[in-house]
């Protein structure tokens, strides 16, 4: 009894272990890395089995909403919101408040959710044939609209999940965060494989997978609430002073995040009417292939420095907060400009190694390489955004992002309606590296800005 207890006080200790931003950026770049390993295990195995072919286009396509919403509640928006508005209920009423706050936050989030997942279920049909993929064909489309349906379910857990992570992070607390990084794409794995050896599973196999990626999301976190003595229990309280701060803050932040990954959608759509045949699978491997620096890069680092740059600003500790970002944003930027040039070189050799086989052939390689060259031409500003919108947001400013994103996907969508003729599918990518780099200038100069006004005020 007495060595169990032991090793239950260890666990507790090591879950609840508070890490520096240097270390929270190893702990989150590793996971990253390994994720990324497996999500290159994942991707491969994917092409061989599905190729470009009619199922992968379709599963493609499904993906974009209940992964956009999802990336509304896990992508940061409400990890964001929740960080600033726990730290000021722990500083101003004590951990009993900040246990209120987390019990109002989690049951209100998942009622608003399962709403929205019942609208999009029945609403599914419509959006992809108008909005999602007009281009698909009768069966492609209906085998969208069932693949989605699928997905739309995991959305309840991914909100339960997310609140733990807000939870975890608000105290530095990083290592259980990681660990569900790492283990992301382990049901997809497994999904693939049941499509490969199990006959009549096909690609509902992987769109299961995805579902049981949110159940074992959830299992690794939530142990990391009752270290902490959390007991989330439902709790209803629209009038709440401290849960109406945290949706002014997640409203904005939430439609910011969404506009930017309805952008995914925006791809999608012009995918589907793109001239090149497989399109929209080779813009999907080149956008993977993309986001791996700028998750090892950008994601990790400002995931890591973001509760304290949110707490030197809850202390109006101006000095501190600017020289954190200061060094964060030159760390970032430098790490991806070496990395977009590594990428560009060694692109079509990566490639061919972990894509090319089976049913995605060399082709559809030549086509994902030069997409991906002109991804990464804008990989500096793309994690400079990363930084620039999380101090805007310890500042309690989530409207800029919001606006800057509206700007963006506008001009985005624009010039993708002007290139996608004369240029084909690579109009996609160079739409978002040009938009992007205007959107990063414009919230830097408004960060500059709210950081001088602080301080001439304070």
Known sequence: MGQHSRTASCRRSMIRREFSIAEGTILFTSAYVLSAGLGVVRQALFNAEFGAGMEASAYYAAFRLPDTIASLISGGALSNAMIP??????????DGAEQRLVSLAATTLTVATSLVVLICVVCAPFFVQSVLAPGFDAETAALTVALTRIMLAQLALVVLASVAIAVLNARNQFLLTAISIVTHNVTMIGGILAA???????IYGPTFGVLGDAILQLAILWPGLRANRFRVRPAWNLRDTRLRRMVRLLAPNGLSSGVNYAGGIVDTAFASLAREPGALPALFNAGLLMGVPLRLIGVALAQAAFPRIAAFAA???????RRTLVGSLAVATILAIGCAFFLALIGRPLVRLLFERGRFDAAAGDLTTLL???YVAGLP?????EVLTRGLIALHDTQTPLATNCVQLAGRSALIWLWIEPWGVVAIPAAFAITSAMETIALGGVLAWRMQRRNVED
């Not at 202390?315 to 907060?321: K, N, P, Q, S, T």
């Open 85 to 94: 508005a726990l730290l000021g209920a722990r500083r101003d009423a004590g």
């Open 196 to 202: 490969r050896f199990i006959p009549g599973i096909g």
């Open 315 to 321: 202390r109006r500790e101006w000095a501190r907060m």
């Open 381 to 385: 500003v793309y994690v400079a955004t």
């Open 372 to 374: 991906l060259v002109v």
